[in-house]
């Protein structure tokens, strides 16, 4: 039954106890069932791994198939065991609901927001509330609706990207990112001093002290913006507000230890000791990934700031002996998208070979790069100020068919019309506020701004939304297939043994950033690892947009630290 099985779900049954279902699929969107088995708590991992292994000696590929990657894989990676390819159900769902509309029956187990258990309980009690959801008579049927209706080969893909996702998130948080905290240590008295018994750094407090002085008021308060904002009214700084942009336009003493006091406190705050004491466990960060959190298919992360580290801090990511850091990230990712998605081969031509930027003053749009640069941000955000919007007429000439497609985007926004990534990912519909804004229109002058307002607020949006989706889709593609050739190198005779038993003796996934990896691998593979990941970046482009011409060229930079 199992050597025919191309996916098995994973559930539990109304003992609790996990049960696996065979399927084979009869057809392009049909299942059939081949039979269950009931396993015990302390098996699971273990009997997994056998079907992973049996199916890889065979030549043969194993979908497994459960509610959520990060509900079942954690404690699988824990017992050593990786597997090839899942179906996420829930991260599936989102998709297809949104792709779909009414396809799927609205059903409040799979739709309601979902929790995921305590690690420690998998396998052993499934909590009550979660319960229902891995049922594995509902984990089937579900899996069965979704088969049904993802009968695009857009979708198909965009799902199994979505699901491969998963298990790189799941991945990376076991694996963890090697952090030196020493290293960290050393930034962080650097930059803010030493820490004093008062609590903060000592040169967060002298910052402070001068500020103060200069405001002339020992007791302005730096941390409360209301606070602030009349501290520096009436010191004669008539800021509107407290960021660092306006502050800067102003010139009295107080602003430039003001905003080296800001920085500090960014830094203190966001990634200090107290974030260290958190974070970082027995040398490594492991962030909580949420893989499509953002409405675009762009990751979020849950605590940590996994998305949000500071080039400062850089220097503190540091590979264990005898391995190294390959970190690699792409340039100008989601112009290069856009040139893809529109079959626009000028600015595919301006790109190839060289920085995208410099290829568009090339092409005559602009001057300088930085120039170029703006024009092309707005292009894909919509910008309609300064040099963007004076650019905005070239480029147009020069890349009809790109900026087109971001024209035509914006406009079906504003109409209150939905838009779609290349693989199928559907913007949400507009809300019912925005609808009423556009039916009372018509009411008076001040209603009719309001909704033009919020039609070119949507238009913008829907811009953004195609390109940085897709460039979302090219990233999962990007992971899915290293992961897989990451998984294939042989075993290293030198182990990181704090990446768990599932990465200890090969190179592997570390970190992701929208356009960034990080892989950690044996010194003696590094090179064959930093490979893997151009020749991965080449597949992902060619799996979205076949042949065009269009390249995606990386910057890769392999040493002990991802500073270095």
């Excluded at 606070?227 to 004669?236: I, M």
């Excluded at 068919?401 to 504003?414: F, P, Q, S, Y």
């Excluded at 939905?418 to 008076?444: D, I, K």
């Excluded at 195609?466 to 990233?475: F, L």
Aim: with cysteine; proline share 6%.
């Amino acid at each position: 039954m199992w050597s025919e099985a191309d996916a098995i779900c994973l559930g539990v049954d109304r003992g609790d106890r996990v049960v696996a279902a065979a399927f084979r699929r009869a057809d392009p969107t049909g299942l059939v069932e081949l039979g269950r088995r009931p396993l015990a708590s302390g098996e699971v991992a273990a009997w997994v791994g056998r079907r992973e292994s049996e199916a890889h000696a065979a030549g043969r590929h194993i979908r497994w198939v459960w509610s959520s990657t990060a509900t079942w894989y954690p404690r699988l990676l824990d017992a050593g065991v990786r597997v090839e390819r899942c179906t996420d159900l829930r991260l599936c769902r989102a998709i297809l609901s949104s792709a779909l509309d009414d396809a799927l029956p609205p059903l409040p187990v799979w739709d309601a927001p979902h929790e995921e258990p305590a690690p420690a309980a998998l396998f052993d009690v499934v909590p009550d509330g979660a319960a229902r959801a891995e049922e594995i008579d509902e984990t089937a049927a579900e899996y069965a609706r979704q088969e049904r209706v993802a009968v695009s080969s857009g979708l198909r893909l965009l799902l199994a990207a979505e699901s491969a996702g998963s298990l790189a998130a799941a991945e990376m948080t076991s694996a963890g990112l090697p952090w030196n905290r020493g290293g960290h240590e050393q930034i962080l008295v650097s930059e803010l001093g030493e820490r004093t018994a008062a609590g903060r750094p000592r040169l967060i407090e002298e910052r402070a002290r001068e500020v103060r002085a200069a405001l002339d008021d020992e007791t302005a308060s730096l941390d409360s913006q209301p606070k602030l904002l009349r501290a520096l009214h009436r010191a004669g700084v008539a800021a509107e507000s407290t960021s660092k942009w306006e502050l800067a336009e102003h010139d009295h003493p107080a602003i430039a230890p003001l905003l080296d006091y800001k920085r500090m406190m960014r830094l203190y705050t966001a990634n200090g000791w107290g974030w260290l004491d958190e974070w970082v466990v027995d040398g490594r960060f492991r962030p909580t990934y949420v893989v499509g959190g953002v409405v675009t298919g762009r990751w979020a992360s849950s605590g940590g700031g996994a998305l949000q580290i500071p080039r400062l801090l850089r220097p503190a990511v540091r590979a264990d002996p005898g391995w190294a850091i390959v970190d690699a990230d792409v340039a100008q990712l989601e112009p290069r998208v856009l040139a893809a998605m529109a079959h626009d081969r000028a600015m595919a031509a301006a790109a190839a070979g060289r920085d995208l930027y410099d290829g568009v003053v090339s092409a005559g749009v602009a001057a300088t790069r930085s120039e170029a640069k703006y024009a092309v941000l707005g292009a894909l955000y919509g910008s309609t100020t300064g040099d963007a919007a004076r650019l905005m007429p070239r480029l147009r000439r020069a890349f009809p068919r790109a900026v087109g497609l971001t024209d035509d985007a914006a406009l079906a926004g504003e109409r209150g019309e939905r838009v779609s990534t290349m693989l199928g990912r559907t913007s949400p519909a507009p809300g019912p506020r925005w609808e009423a804004m556009q039916q009372r229109a018509n009411a008076s002058a001040a209603d009719e701004r309001s909704a033009r307002s919020a039609a070119r607020e949507r238009g913008r949006f829907t811009r953004n939304f195609v390109v940085q989706g897709t460039a979302a889709e090219w990233a999962l593609a990007w992971m899915a297939d290293l992961r897989t050739r990451l998984a294939a190198f042989p075993p290293s005779e030198v182990p990181a043994p704090r990446s768990g038993p599932a990465f200890a003796r090969r190179p592997h996934l570390a970190f992701f950033l929208h356009d960034e990896v990080i892989v950690h691998a044996p010194a003696d593979q590094a090179e064959a690892a930093a490979e893997a990941v151009r020749e991965s970046a080449a597949r992902a482009g060619r799996l979205l947009f076949g042949e065009f011409p269009i390249d995606f060229p990386l910057d890769i930079r392999i040493g002990p630290s991802a500073a270095e």
